[in-house]
Structures are given as C-alpha cells and as structure tokens.
C-alpha cells in the first residue's frame, strides 16, 4: 500500500504511513498507487534536450537583465567614479542577477505552466516525483541545488545523462523530474 501523502510503501493492511505518519486509507492507496503506475510510462527528457532549454533560458535571463540593468549600469559608473562612492555596490550587480535567475525559474517551473520558456520551447515540464506540479519551495530548493551540480564539476549536471529517470543531482535532491510533455 502506497502512502498518498509521500509514496512510501507499506505493509498491506498497515493503518499510517510509515515514514510521515499519515492515516493511511484504500483510496489514497489506490490513487497513490496509479500514480505511481502512470509514472512508470513517462517520457523523461534527455541530457541534450535539458542542456538546450538552459542555454535557451541563459540567453533570455541574460538579454533581459541587459535591457533592465542597462539604466542601472550608467547610475553605477557614475557613482563609482565620484570620490564619495559607496563600498560594496558593485556586488549589488551580482545579487540582482541571482536574485532574478532565482525567481525566473522557481516561479516559472512552480507555476500552471511547470516551465521556463527555454522548456516550454522543448517542449518539457518539471514535476515532483508523482507527475504533480511542483510547489514554489521545492523549486526554489531544485534552483539552489543546481550550486552542488556545479561544484562536482559539472558532474551532477551530467547524471541526467546516465540516471534511469534522467535526473540530474539537484533533481534528486528536490526530488523532481523533467519530462516531456504529454
């Protein structure tokens, strides 16, 4: 019997979830267990196809916070070559773009649409491990995730290449999948 609430599977028969205590019922059973089987028939989105829709996304984030930072590049120059300039601005650069990359693709991938436009392109979703739209936490942790991705040397990113379910490190860790659309 599958727990509705976190997919765990338990004993037959068992009255609450072993692993987050929730009152177990055949319903949710047999829903849980559905989705479990229609997950089994999906589509996961290869290594190239991902690699594409982040360049896709990279470029737009990039030309975007061109157009809304060019005013702000001017305002900083100037500021920073006045003798009176404020210590630590030039870092603001840095956080403004984390921030925006941040919010382009938790909310996005959060969002009805399950995409950032460089997936909707490829025509690819991001959804947790039952096929369900993700919540905004779980993305914003899939986002930050991608830091360890990176630090392997790329390695975690390269596990969507070779995992059964082409998930990447920080998919693991959200546990999220990035499927094509149905």
């Given at each position: 019997?599958?727990?509705?609430?976190?997919?765990?599977?338990?004993?037959?028969?068992?009255v609450?979830?072993q692993?987050c205590?929730?009152?177990?019922?055949?319903?949710?059973?047999?829903?849980a267990?559905?989705?479990?089987a229609?997950?089994?028939?999906?589509a996961?989105a290869?290594f190239?196809?991902?690699?594409?829709?982040?360049?896709l996304?990279g470029?737009?984030?990039?030309?975007?916070?061109?157009?809304?930072g060019?005013?702000?590049?001017?305002?900083?120059?100037?500021?920073?070559?006045?003798?009176s300039s404020?210590?630590?601005?030039?870092?603001?650069?840095?956080?403004?773009?984390?921030v925006?990359?941040?919010?382009?693709?938790?909310?996005?991938?959060s969002s009805?649409l399950q995409a950032?436009l460089?997936?909707?392109?490829?025509g690819?979703?991001?959804?947790?491990?039952?096929g369900?739209?993700?919540?905004?936490a779980?993305?914003?942790?899939?986002?930050?995730?991608?830091i360890?991705?990176?630090i392997t040397l790329?390695v975690?990113?390269a596990m969507?290449g070779?995992?059964?379910?082409?998930?990447?490190?920080h998919d693991v860790?959200?546990e999220c999948?990035v499927?094509r659309?149905p």
């Amino acid at each position: 019997m599958y727990c509705a609430s976190c997919g765990t599977q338990n004993l037959d028969g068992a009255v609450s979830c072993q692993r987050c205590g929730i009152r177990l019922t055949a319903g949710a059973a047999a829903s849980a267990t559905a989705s479990v089987a229609s997950a089994a028939a999906v589509a996961y989105a290869g290594f190239w196809r991902r690699v594409a829709a982040f360049l896709l996304d990279g470029i737009l984030i990039t030309v975007a916070l061109g157009i809304l930072g060019g005013p702000f590049g001017v305002w900083r120059g100037w500021i920073l070559h006045r003798p009176s300039s404020f210590g630590g601005l030039p870092c603001f650069g840095g956080l403004f773009h984390t921030v925006a990359a941040w919010l382009y693709f938790a909310l996005l991938e959060s969002s009805s649409l399950q995409a950032t436009l460089g997936k909707q392109v490829l025509g690819i979703i991001v959804t947790d491990l039952y096929g369900r739209r993700v919540s905004f936490a779980r993305a914003t942790g899939r986002h930050f995730g991608k830091i360890l991705s990176s630090i392997t040397l790329g390695v975690g990113f390269a596990m969507a290449g070779f995992t059964a379910r082409r998930q990447a490190l920080h998919d693991v860790l959200a546990e999220c999948l990035v499927i094509r659309k149905p």
